[in-house]
């Protein structure tokens, strides 16, 4: 079935889907030391008495203000341009078991900013792990967006997804964030970072 929506004609597009898979590799590392650093901001948000200097695993110090967290508060697209904001987020939605949100919407802005020939693979995986219709992490998206995103995602351009991302936004903006800014997870952390700023 999968070969149905992406043939591989020859051994070079093997060898590409190969070579993507270990960028790919570089990036998930990456990736998991910042969001290493997102989990010790969301858990530090549980526990007021924690400092608000915050270690990550390669010894650098993140310091969230209260500034930078008052500013999620002021729009979707405030939080997400921020790492730790990202990271608080995304903690939250796994504890909606909603995460695959953040997840598909991180991996179309990591897709935009991919090298050409990392194109195909990158929206094979994006469109096998999120889209399909019995992809593992399924973004809550109708029939329609379903299928066009499958025909874009055959031959594959740096807005194959944006239609999908966009609708998976205005998702999490109207439903997840709202409830986020009333969350346990976000009022303790504003509190402690303002408590620590008035000392």
């Known amino acids: 079935m999968l070969g149905f929506f992406f043939p591989h004609n020859n051994m070079t597009e ?8 270990h960028a790919e590799g570089k990036i998930h590392k ?23 200097g915050i270690k990550t695993s390669n010894s650098k110090t993140v ?8 500013q999620w508060s002021q729009s979707l697209e405030k939080l997400l341009a921020s790492q730790s904001g990202q990271g608080v987020f995304r903690e939250f939605l796994k504890s909606e078991f909603s995460e695959e949100n953040i997840e598909f919407w991180l991996a179309c802005e990591d897709y935009k900013k991919s090298k050409s020939d990392h194109l195909q693979c990158k929206a094979e995986r994006i469109y096998e792990e999120f889209v399909q219709s019995d992809a593992i992490k399924q973004i809550n998206i109708d029939h329609q967006i379903r299928e066009e995103t499958a025909k874009k995602a055959q031959d594959p351009t740096r807005t194959s997804f944006d239609e999908v ?12 964030y709202p409830r986020f800014l009333k969350s346990k997870a976000y009022l303790n952390l504003l509190n402690q970072l303002q408590t620590n700023t008035s000392k």
């Open 30 to 52: 990456k990736k998991q030391k910042a969001f290493g650093a997102d989990l010790k901001s969301y858990l530090k948000s549980m526990v007021p008495h924690i400092e608000s």
């Open 14 to 21: 093997l060898n590409g889907k190969e070579d993507c898979k």
């Open 63 to 70: 310091i969230l203000s209260a500034e930078e967290v008052i």
């Open 165 to 176: 991302q966009r609708t998976v936004y205005i998702l999490m903006e109207r439903d997840s």
